[in-house]
Every structure is written in structure tokens, then in C-alpha cells.
């Protein structure tokens, strides 16, 4: 006789844990101002990565912004100073599941053990770097060199050697296909341009305009193969389908799509355009910041 009742009850814990996993509406994936929370009856400091409930409020403060994401994974932006009812966020987001949910998860979780590893990490990386080379590209390993798009932005660290620095780019065969000078620590790389066009990989330097021998490693720069093009073609098909607009939390989302089909390329640029159009918002500089330190790129 006591079986059915331990059915009973055990069938009772599942379904409280489903509700309980349910019960949030939002999490909030960046955050910039003294902003706040009622969740009852006190005002609390808002911070990211907590979850905000049905019957919660959330207090802007003047120039604040607030990036939700709701249970279903879409991006909700929240700019207007004063008091939202998290029931009335909810109306602005269309019913049913989304795609962009893992990606929120990822990177909500990649994020937070990224802080809790930041000084141990960028200490290990710094030394390593130094010891490595005069001119560090902020770029991946020849196996996740693969890129999707047709824009890149390399970005380096000059280690004490100061520009102007020479940006070469080779083909395969170490024909030099283009060779620049720049004062920045940045390049951006346009793949449509007719000098690539036939390129199915390029080879980057970066090297000291007034001591060429302080250079760079060279770094691949590869097209995705066909098959490899078409799958991610119908993965951001997918994706794209459930944003209305491009914001800079879009941009987020976007790059934790491209950093877990591993095209970190493809990610760096996302970042760097949800940075471009958020740049007094500090969640997307330190998200990017994470993302860097996780990958070795800094």
C-alpha cells in the first residue's frame, strides 16, 4: 500500500521542480545604471543574470538601459527610466518556444565561471603571450579558424611594440595578396573584396613598421567548406527568424550562436558590433572581455 503513495509523491517533486525551472519570466542578460528590483515588498539592487518573476517590478534610473531575456529565449530591451511591471514586458514578447534560448544559457553560464577564473586566467595568458611573441593577433587556433561571413576584425596586442604596424596578407602559396599600414591595433578584413574572392584561406602577419622582425605569428583566415555553409546557413535562418530587430543584445545572443558552432571569427565581429552600438552599456564590453579570456585570444 505504501508504493503508490511513494509514486504519488514522487510525481508530485518532478512537476514542483518543472514548475519551479517554469516560474521565471525573464533573466537579465545586461544591465547599466542603479537600477532595481521588487520582488515582495522591498527594492533591491538589479543585477545581471538574476531571473525576474510575473508579478515583479523593475526601476529604471534616468539613462538606464536593462537587456531581458524571457523563458522562451527572446530579447527584450528596456530603456525608459521609471517602473515596468515584469507582467507587462511579458505582452511584448510573441508566444512560443525559441531557438535563441541555449544561446542565452550559454552565455549567461559561460560568463559567470569566466569571473570567477578572471584574475587566475588573464594572469596565465599575459605571461604566456609575453613570452610568446612581440605582436599577439586576437585570433583562434588554425582549427576554429573557419569564418562565415564575409567580414573579419583583427584586433592585436602590441606588447610594448608600437605602431605603425604592417598588415600582410598572403595566400597559401605566400603570394602577398595585400600589404597595409595602420597606426591602430585593429584591421578589418572584407573577404568580398575581388583580391579574396578566389581565396578559400589567407594567411595574416602583423609586424612593426620601424623593426620588421617584431612581428606576429601568422594567423588562418578559412572559408566554411560548402556543406559546412549551407548547415549554418539553416541554423541562422532559424535564428534570425526570432528577432524582430538588431540591437546590441541581439548582437550578444548572435555571438554566443557563432561561439558554439565554434566560428569564433564569426564571433568577435558580433561582439564587436554589439559593443558599437551599446558602448556606454559596460555588460557588453565585459561579455566580450569573458569571451576573449575563455578562447586564449587575450
Known amino acids: 500500500m505504501k508504493t503508490p503513495k511513494l509514486v504519488v509523491l514522487t510525481t508530485l517533486l518532478a512537476l514542483s521542480t518543472v514548475v519551479s525551472a517554469q516560474e521565471y519570466a525573464f533573466k537579465v542578460l545586461a544591465n547599466k545604471g542603479n537600477n532595481e528590483i521588487k520582488s515582495g ?10 531571473s525576474l518573476k510575473s508579478g515583479d517590478e523593475v526601476k529604471l534610473s534616468d539613462n538606464a538601459y536593462v537587456g531581458l531575456v524571457h523563458s522562451s529565449g527572446k530579447p527584450v530591451e528596456v530603456k525608459e527610466a521609471g517602473v515596468h511591471k515584469v507582467s507587462v ?13 541555449k544561446y542565452t544559457d550559454f552565455i549567461l553560464s559561460s560568463n559567470a565561471e569566466a569571473k570567477k577564473n578572471r ?23 588554425n582549427e576554429q579558424a573557419g569564418i562565415f ?8 596586442q602590441g606588447n610594448n611594440v608600437a605602431g605603425p604596424y604592417v598588415v600582410t ?8 595578396l595585400a600589404k597595409e599600414e595602420t597606426p591602430e591595433n585593429s584591421y578589418v578584413i572584407d573577404l568580398s ?7 578559400n584561406a589567407i594567411l595574416i602577419e ?7 622582425k617584431l612581428a606576429s605569428k601568422p594567423h588562418l583566415i578559412k572559408k566554411l567548406s560548402p556543406a559546412e555553409d549551407a548547415k549554418v546557413s539553416q541554423a541562422l535562418k532559424e535564428f534570425m527568424g526570432e528577432v524582430s530587430e538588431e540591437t546590441a543584445l541581439s548582437k550578444l545572443i548572435l555571438a554566443g550562436f557563432y561561439e558554439q558552432n565554434n566560428l569564433i571569427i564569426d564571433a568577435i565581429y558580433a561582439y564587436e558590433k554589439a559593443v558599437e552600438m551599446a558602448p556606454d552599456v559596460p555588460t557588453f564590453q565585459e561579455s566580450y572581455e569573458d569571451f576573449l579570456l575563455r578562447n586564449n585570444l587575450k
Open 41 to 50: 515588498e522591498t527594492w533591491q539592487p538589479l543585477k545581471t543574470g538574476v
Open 89 to 101: 514586458l511579458e505582452t511584448k514578447v510573441a508566444s512560443g518556444s525559441s531557438v535563441l534560448n
Open 119 to 141: 584574475l587566475s586566467a588573464t594572469g596565465a595568458v599575459y605571461r604566456d603571450v609575453i613570452g610568446a611573441e612581440a605582436i599577439h593577433l586576437s585570433l583562434p587556433k
Open 149 to 156: 561571413n564575409k567580414t573579419a576584425i583583427i584586433n592585436w
Open 169 to 176: 596578407l598572403r595566400n597559401m602559396f605566400e603570394d602577398v
Open 193 to 199: 573584396n575581388s583580391k579574396y574572392s578566389n581565396e
Open 206 to 212: 602583423i609586424s612593426s613598421k620601424a623593426d620588421p
